[in-house]
């Protein structure tokens, strides 16, 4: 594929999906199709779940991260970008299906509709951050440190309010997706690490290593030392 060619879906792919949502919330369908843990009626959540938003500031605290995120990874992982989105909205979901509100927490007050993409942003942002940090590629870790300056704040939404308050909305933000998107997204970073862009590294730095240049030059190096010694022998 041409790099032009990358260039626009890095653009076009997350901005899609930013319209999908808008256009859902311009409709605003009745109900909740949202993740409801442990119900059947719930399961559909896990797809549909990341395109409904509480509202405007909902849906826009969402869609830029989306944006910029997005473009980073179809911009530098473009090999997996496709699977992390799939496969990240999926998993986060079913996670949050399983384990969230379990009524463990003074917090969990009863079993509610896990709506809003950020647990697909916490999923985005925590692979570019932890692959630069697992593929040692300085540009890459330039990267991670460009994730951790816009977005670093966001690592306090993996916790629940019991462990650290820090937004007076905090018990409407669904703490688990975010958790979720974070722990799914590092691990794809660390499953995925040899894959894509990579540490540079030099041709004598490779295990196998043999370069014929530099054997005739040790070989040449020999050679003259034993004249040398020849004729120091020979005086």
């Not at 990341?50 to 869609?63: C, D, I, R, T, V």
Request: with cysteine; net charge neutral.
């Amino acid at each position: 594929m041409k790099q032009s060619s990358i260039r626009r879906e890095a653009y076009l792919v997350p901005l899609a999906l930013v319209v999908l949502m808008i256009i859902i919330q311009l409709i605003k369908p009745t109900g909740c199709f949202g993740i409801i843990p442990r119900y059947v009626q719930g399961l559909r959540g896990i797809l549909l779940a990341p395109l409904f938003h509480s509202g405007w500031k909902h849906l826009f605290s969402n869609a830029f991260p989306i944006l910029t995120l997005g473009f980073m990874i179809f911009s530098f992982y473009r090999q997996v970008a496709y699977l992390l989105i799939i496969f990240g909205w999926l998993l986060t979901g079913t996670l949050v299906w399983f384990f969230a509100d379990l009524g463990l927490l003074p917090s969990d007050t009863g079993i509610g509709c896990h709506i809003g993409a950020s647990g697909l942003v916490y999923v985005l942002a925590s692979f570019v951050f932890s692959s630069g940090i697992f593929r040692r590629s300085l540009p890459l870790i330039a990267v991670s440190l460009i994730v951790v300056f816009l977005y670093g704040s966001m690592l306090w939404g993996i916790f629940p309010e019991e462990v650290i308050r820090y937004s007076a909305e905090q018990e409407n933000i669904s703490w688990e997706s975010h958790a979720a998107g974070a722990l799914v997204g590092t691990s794809f970073a660390l499953i995925w690490k040899n894959i894509g862009p990579q540490k540079e590294r030099w041709a004598w730095q490779e295990k196998n290593y043999n370069s014929q240049k530099d054997e005739e030059l040790w070989q040449r190096y020999l050679e003259s030392e034993n004249e040398e010694n020849k004729i120091k022998s020979t005086e």
